[in-house]
């Protein structure tokens, strides 16, 4: 009796270690699923799988929001199927089922997507991984801006606003000044209005006051930039002049010419001997002049 519970014991561990080598013999390498993917484009989907040495393989399936869509299982009559899923559906795919090509996306198309590989028996080691997917509804349009005046003046308050496409999920805004980005001080907190079929528009608002600093390179450039994750950048830019302040230049050519009188009057000041009337001689070569002309007369 102890005997047969110790055989028992000794060939349940033995079962564990071989299903724990089995499972580690099998190794998921790689899962690639699109974070983003544009409304109507075509999404690829790819799963690398290594099996051990005693490894065979069974099935590899495909999973979102944990309902199979396809399967391969290269021993059956019909190695590779499809399964109806709405938003979801399988245009291309290799011939191991590693690698599937979805149908032009719908807003349905997004979710989580799984692969899962299994070896054979009697083990069925099975190793999956998974990740998400978000179907982006690009806007029809770049960004507006709205509110800017074609001058400013230093001290002059900006106030401007820049309102995104319909798009889903939100479109991210971003306001530049002068190339470089605006300060999070200068930007107010983003608004969203969402529609009826799921899309959104974002708007962004810029307050500052204008200052020297800003226009040292000529105009003041102000630029708004709208993106979603990596599939979509675009920006608007509009330049704007700068005006001086009204008397601005009037009183720069008054403080310049006062300068130049007073370097002219302290020149004057540096002679060792001032000029007089008398010491003039222009002022005595008239009188000897006009003292020759009375001797003459008389």
């Known amino acids: ?3 047969a519970i110790l055989s028992r014991a000794l060939l349940f561990a033995l079962m564990l270690l071989c299903r724990d080598y089995g499972a580690a013999s099998l190794e998921l390498l790689e899962l690639r699923v699109p974070a983003h993917v544009p409304l109507g484009t075509r999404a690829h989907l790819s799963c690398r799988w290594q099996l051990g040495p005693t490894d065979v393989l069974y099935s590899v399936k495909w999973y979102k929001d944990g309902r199979e869509f396809f ?6 009559a019909e190695p590779r199927r499809k399964f109806p899923l709405p938003g979801v559906d399988v245009e291309d ?3 191991n089922g590693a690698n ?8 349905e198309t997004g979710g989580r997507y799984r692969c899962e590989v299994s070896g054979e028996r009697p083990l069925f080691p099975t190793v ?19 509110g800017s005046r074609l001058r400013y003046q230093i001290g002059d308050r900006v106030q401007v ?10 479109t991210r805004l971003a306001w530049y000044v002068n190339g470089e980005p605006a300060p999070s001080t200068a930007q107010l907190t983003p608004t969203h209005q969402v529609f009826d079929d799921g899309l959104e528009v974002t708007s962004l608002a810029l307050d500052f006051k204008v200052k020297p600093k800003h226009f040292r390179k000529g105009d003041l450039k102000l630029k708004c930039l709208a993106t979603i994750a990596t599939v979509y950048w675009r920006s608007n830019e509009e330049s704007v002049q700068g005006e001086r302040l009204k008397g601005y230049a009037r009183s720069r050519e008054l403080s310049e010419g006062a300068s130049r009188a007073d370097r002219v009057q302290a020149a004057g000041k540096s ?15 008239l009188v000897n002049t006009l003292i020759h002309n009375t001797i003459l007369y008389i």
């Open 1 to 3: 009796m102890a005997a």
């Open 71 to 76: 399967r391969h299982v290269p021993r059956e």
């Open 93 to 95: 795919s290799s011939h």
């Open 100 to 107: 599937v090509t979805l149908y032009p996306a719908v807003l």
């Open 128 to 146: 999956s991984d998974h990740a998400d997917m978000v179907i982006v509804a690009l806007p029809d349009h770049g960004p507006t801006i709205t």
């Open 161 to 170: 606003n820049c309102t995104s496409g319909r798009s889903r999920p939100a």
């Open 271 to 285: 002679l060792s001997a001032p000029l007089t009337l008398a010491s003039s001689p222009l002022v005595l070569c």
